[in-house]
């Protein structure tokens, strides 16, 4: 089993930047893929960043590329998503995500554990 616990959301300008934070407890990590999504109101559950445990095999979507970063911390359990330059399109609540197979995916059904999600919400 693991618990994701997600925080650092918020309401934020358009241009601004936030950081969450994906803590994560329970078994062992070293074979696990992490990654954030996101879902608007009444829009699909979206890829936007993973990695593995081990650091490699990131990867981002499309909308985010250039100014969102992912990145862990192997001591403190934590996985970090840096959004910079803040779009009213980024508006939505962020899960974290995590999957046993040990690659990225792109597709939610791939992890197996998920977060309760925060939400970001960005102003015009």
């Known amino acids: 089993q693991v618990q994701l616990v997600e925080s650092g959301g918020g309401l934020v300008q358009a241009g601004g930047s936030l950081r969450l934070s994906c803590a994560a407890s329970?078994?062992?990590?070293?074979?696990?893929?992490m990654g954030w999504f996101r879902q608007a109101p009444g829009k699909v559950r979206e890829f936007v960043a993973g990695?593995?445990?081990?650091?490699?095999?990131?990867n981002y979507g499309d909308s985010v590329k250039g100014r969102f970063a992912i990145s862990r911390d192997d001591a403190k359990k934590t996985v970090y998503l840096q959004m910079n330059s803040l779009k009213p399109e980024d508006t939505a609540v962020y899960y974290c995500?995590?999957?046993?197979?040990?690659?990225?995916?792109?597709?939610?059904?791939?992890?197996?554990?998920w977060g309760q999600g925060t939400q970001v919400t960005v102003s015009s």
């Open positions: 990695l593995k445990w081990s650091g490699d095999n990131i």
């Open positions: 329970g078994r062992t990590f070293s074979n696990l893929a």
């Open positions: 995500a995590a999957g046993t197979s040990g690659y990225v995916h792109f597709l939610a059904h791939y992890y197996n554990y």
